[in-house]
């Protein structure tokens, strides 16, 4: 039965006005947000939060307030924003409303926040563990002193603690790696707004640090490049790089614990600004600071051998390297070192060498990579890798590896040299124009990169920190083929090749996962360079044993199959060889070498024409 013209019409006015109402209710929330925003105050009951339709934020939606994700292993979702909060799963949502900050039982998280304080914090110390403390006790006690600044550090507290697996794992899933603790870190950065302000005490800046922490073990590090920006920032508002202003205003316990803040923001600053190719915020000239002690009253820092008989102090190591990647950046990848001459170029590569391998020294030989697996714990394996990957990665940068002039850029095809065109992105443009390293130099990083994969080889893979040794590994598996390229015969061949197929498969796990470094176009560089190498070897072999069985024709020997004594230069690391091979001496025509390509020769190895989509980790005979 049809409604009356009156009727509807009446309907139609009375939506009309409540439609009205509404959008006047909602602009006065937004504007209200606007305001909050702006001014960087915390609203604690009803916390508004605006986005303009279809907009990503920079920081993976950070500024959502999510539902809490479960405690890992729990069935309760009690971690975050309690029950009454709501929460949208677009990024085009305009409003968000969360009621009051909440987390897990303490009986929960306090096994998490034990081992942080116990394995993490120790060496690099973040927060004060008695503050810390008593900070969660308050949380708990008394309710109406929470807020949403000691939420997000517990928050990010927790991500630090779940970040290694309680249990080593062996065959890891790396696609999934993070989801232990991205949901704290989601939780600690729904509050970004306000971390980057709070001057009143230090839990924004730890928060915004821990954050900074956490990218650099992930897939994509390129969210944490952005937030050491706002952090180094804060840490001038805080006048934590001045020596005297912290003498002056706090107690030697607080003023010692800003000090060691202040050295995180630096090492962090300095660590990403080598490996995105970015300026670092902090001026060196503009530090009134003391470096970590060696030997801290406190013990914070030190690690042991599992023995107990040698220390050293790992912040003091951490701090030292990333002045060295700091002025590696300033001397050789900025705008202004483009300027310099050849000659003035490597003076600064002699003396950025002498500062790193200065500072290798200062490391004792039973934490050097040969030697951690036997003599040191789980943590400080995993400690000490990935310093000593931060280590090779310089160096390798300091002598031009990724150089365009690079000898490895001559061997491989110019399929290849395209794919590694496209992979590079703007702020890497920069490593080809350098120096190729010097032949000793060349040595030098051939050795590294081969003790470092070794030792990063006998860790359980959950334990190799695979992010954050990402850009160290393919440089490492870049210089092993090229030598054994180069040098096909040298004594360590066999072991050169175990470290290959296994940085070769690591790199696999992680090729469509990778952000920051382009897997996808390497592994096309890699698979040729590959090739080559493992063809070079081939060579090699079949020239010593036709030399052998010259030898033997030579001496009259009647049997063929019997030893004989290896020529005066047998072994070919003592020969120089040739960049490339004289194909044109050999039938390769005559040459069996398919096995496990496809019916593919030495000739098309050579030539760079091999199958499509060939998996970077095939085996080659």
């Known amino acids: 039965m049809l409604m009356p013209r009156s009727e509807h019409s009446a309907k139609i006015q009375g939506l009309e006005s409540r439609l009205a109402r509404i959008e006047e209710q909602l602009q006065q929330v937004l504007s209200v947000a606007s305001a909050a925003l702006a001014s960087a105050n915390r609203i ?218 202040f050295w995180i923001a630096y090492m962090l600053d300095k660590e990403i600004s080598l490996k995105h190719h970015t300026p670092s915020i902090q001026l060196d000239a503009d530090i009134d600071q003391d470096l970590p002690s060696s030997d801290p009253a406190d013990g914070v820092g030190d690690i042991y051998t599992g023995d107990g008989l040698v220390r050293v102090n790992y912040f003091r190591l951490r701090v030292r390297l990333a002045h060295i990647q700091g002025r590696t950046y300033d001397m050789l990848y900025s705008t202004r070192s483009s300027k310099i001459s050849m000659a003035e170029r490597q003076a600064r590569v002699i003396r950025l060498t002498y500062l790193l391998e200065n500072w290798r020294s200062n490391i004792p030989a039973e934490m050097l990579p040969d030697a951690i697996n036997s003599r040191l714990g789980r943590m400080e394996r995993i400690l000490m890798s990935a310093l000593y990957g931060s280590f090779v990665g310089c160096m390798v940068m300091v002598h031009g590896i990724w150089s365009q002039q690079a000898a490895w850029m001559k061997i491989i095809s110019d399929r290849s040299l395209m794919a590694l065109q496209m992979g590079r992105t703007d702020e890497r443009k920069s490593c080809i124009n350098q120096q190729p390293p010097l032949p000793s130099a060349w040595k030098r990083c051939v050795q590294l990169s081969r003790e470092f994969s070794r030792a990063l080889m006998q860790l359980p893979e959950s334990d190799v920190n695979i992010w954050a040794n990402l850009a160290a590994l393919l440089s490492c598996l870049v210089i092993i083929l090229t030598n054994m390229f180069q ?85 070919d690391e003592n020969v120089e060889q040739p960049l490339f091979w004289d194909t044109e001496a050999v039938d390769f025509g005559a040459l069996d070498m398919s096995n496990g390509l496809g019916g593919q020769t030495i000739v098309d190895w050579l030539d760079g024409q091999y199958p499509q989509g060939m998996d970077l980790g095939e085996a080659i005979s």
């Open 44 to 261: 604690p009951e009803s916390r508004v939060i605006t986005m303009s339709s279809g907009e990503e934020s920079d920081f993976d939606n950070a500024v959502r307030v999510r539902n809490t994700l479960p405690m890992p292993g729990s069935s309760t979702d009690t971690s975050g924003p309690s029950a009454g909060s709501t929460a949208t799963s677009s990024p085009s949502e305009s409003v968000i409303r969360a009621s009051s900050p909440n987390l897990p039982p303490l009986e929960e998280i306090l096994p998490i926040i034990n081992t942080y304080f116990s394995q993490i914090n120790h060496a690099i110390p973040l927060f004060s563990q008695a503050e810390f403390m008593r900070m969660l006790h308050d949380w708990y006690t008394h309710p109406a002193r929470r807020t949403w600044a000691a939420w997000a550090a517990v928050n990010i507290v927790l991500a630090l603690g779940s970040w290694i697996p309680t249990t080593p794992i062996q065959d890891m899933n790396f696609a999934e790696a993070e989801t232990a603790f991205k949901g704290y870190m989601n939780n600690a950065q729904s509050v970004l707004a306000e971390l980057v302000t709070r001057e009143q005490d230090l839990l924004g800046l730890q928060t915004l640090l821990g954050l900074v922490i956490l990218y650099q073990t992930m897939a994509n590090s390129k969210q944490g490049a952005v937030l050491i920006g706002a952090a180094v920032r804060l840490v001038h508002r805080l006048q934590m790089q001045s020596r005297n202003n912290i003498e002056v205003s706090y107690p030697q316990e607080q003023g010692l614990h800003r000090c060691r803040l």
């Open 487 to 571: 040098s096909p015969g040298h004594e360590d061949l066999e072991e050169d090749r175990q470290i290959t197929q296994w940085l070769v498969r690591m790199l696999n796990k992680v090729k469509d996962l990778s952000v920051t470094v382009p897997l996808t176009q390497m592994h096309v560089v890699v698979a040729d360079l590959e090739r080559r190498a493992e063809a070079a070897v081939a060579m090699a072999q079949m020239k010593r044993q036709a030399l052998q069985e010259r030898l033997l024709m030579m001496s009259g020997q009647a049997s063929w199959g019997q030893e004989i004594a290896q020529p005066e230069h047998g072994d």
